[in-house]
């Protein structure tokens, strides 16, 4: 892996101009260096790969322009080690084969041009051109890209750290492990110890609702564990807008809706089956069943039923207890509200199952309910 760039090593990788010019002729490196020079290009010679290995170890040169036929090593061979080794030198094929095999072997190798000998300068002036243009892209690009990976890496640091922590250690003790990710779902959704029992609803919800839907005890006991790092991406949230009590602007809920990709994205790319799963529930338990929920706009049951179960269970909690903003609604009240939306917002079948089992809502509910100030800590 490569070391992200500073600015300043950026900048001056892309002020840089200089080209090296390689070719077994003296002539036609003069008649190379005769038509740059004046369009700003500064340019050295070497007669060889041996010359030019060494000028690329002393020098920094953003274009090499090279033969492809040379005493020794062969100017093919070369550039493809040179990029190798260094992505950010460009090259550019020279040689007085016109062959479009040739020409498509240095494109595979990785050149930006192919200048066919006797040449107009035209030809030689627009391929440099092109190939210092395509450069600076491709180094913007990576600095941009480098960069936006490091800005991620920071933010995420901990809670990566306790991910990799978690597929490194399957064996260990459940409890363990669970109680890790309920920490890390508390930090990252509120920053507020006191949604630990928004986690234990919201999971056993979930768990409920799968089992009584027919998923296997695995699925459902994965789905449990996995439901508690549903709103994971909101540490990407600022705090003024995800602190924010009342109801959010239209361009604040813009940037609390990014939450489910952002979420998606520290989760996915496991090996490890829980992450999957929780990836999956994280990107999808904002879609809704008509197809008008978010990120992705995701209609029925093209809608993975994690998300789906993760949706309704969301929302139940979500109006059975209180919030800043609005009191804890009775059983029946809620069950009203959400009937409302069946097949609009939630799976209608998946609904009625979840409103069958009203006991064992209540029993979660209460089991988890929310702290008075003399309570004491919830025991996981």
């Known amino acids: 892996m490569q070391t992200p760039l500073d600015r300043n090593a950026h900048q001056a990788l892309l002020d840089n101009r200089n080209i090296l010019i390689v070719d077994d002729e003296e002539p036609i490196r003069r008649v190379i260096g005769y038509l740059l ?100 892209l491709e180094l913007e690009n990576r600095f941009h890209r480098e960069n936006l990976e490091d800005i991620v890496r920071t933010r995420t640091v901990a809670l990566q750290q306790a991910l ?28 507020d110890s006191s949604t630990a029992r928004h986690i234990h609803r919201m999971s056993h919800y979930c768990e409920l609702l799968a089992r009584r839907c027919g998923l296997s005890s695995d699925r459902c006991d994965l789905i449990r564990t996995a439901s508690p790092m549903h709103d994971i991406g909101k540490i990407g949230t600022p705090d003024h807008v995800l602190l924010k009590p009342g109801k959010f ?85 809620t069950i009203d509200l959400m009937l409302k939306h069946r097949g609009e917002h939630f799976d209608p079948e998946l609904l009625d199952i979840f409103f069958s089992s009203t006991d064992e809502l209540v029993r979660i509910r209460d089991q988890y309910a929310d702290p008075t100030p003399s309570d004491p800590p919830l025991d996981s």
Request: proline share 4%; charged share 25%; with cysteine.
């Open 37 to 136: 020079s004046p369009h700003g290009y500064p340019v050295d010679f070497a007669a060889d790969a041996r010359e030019a290995r060494k000028k690329l170890d002393t020098h920094p040169f953003a274009l090499m322009l090279c033969d492809v036929n040379m005493p020794g090593e062969s100017g093919m061979d070369l550039v493809r080690n040179i990029l190798s080794e260094r992505p950010e030198t460009a090259a550019i094929m020279v040689t007085g084969l016109d062959s479009s095999v040739l020409a498509n072997a240095a494109i595979e190798v990785g050149a930006f041009g192919y200048i066919v000998k006797p040449f107009e300068s035209s030809e030689v002036l627009i391929n440099v051109a092109n190939a210092l243009r395509r450069r600076k």
């Open 249 to 333: 602007t239209q361009e604040e809920f813009g940037v609390i809706a990014q939450h489910a990709e952002i979420g998606y994205r520290i989760l996915s790319g496991s090996d490890a089956e829980l992450l999957k799963v929780a990836a999956v529930i994280a990107y999808t338990h904002h879609e809704r069943f008509d197809g008008t929920g978010y990120p992705r706009g995701l209609k029925g049951e093209a809608i993975p039923i994690e998300g789906r179960i993760a949706s309704i269970a969301d929302a139940f909690d979500a109006l059975t207890t209180q919030r800043v903003y609005k009191p804890a609604f009775e059983i029946g009240h």
């Open 164 to 191: 990799d922590w978690l597929e490194r250690s399957e064996k260990e003790l459940r409890l363990s492990r669970e109680e890790t990710i309920q920490r890390l779902a508390i930090a990252a959704e509120f920053r």
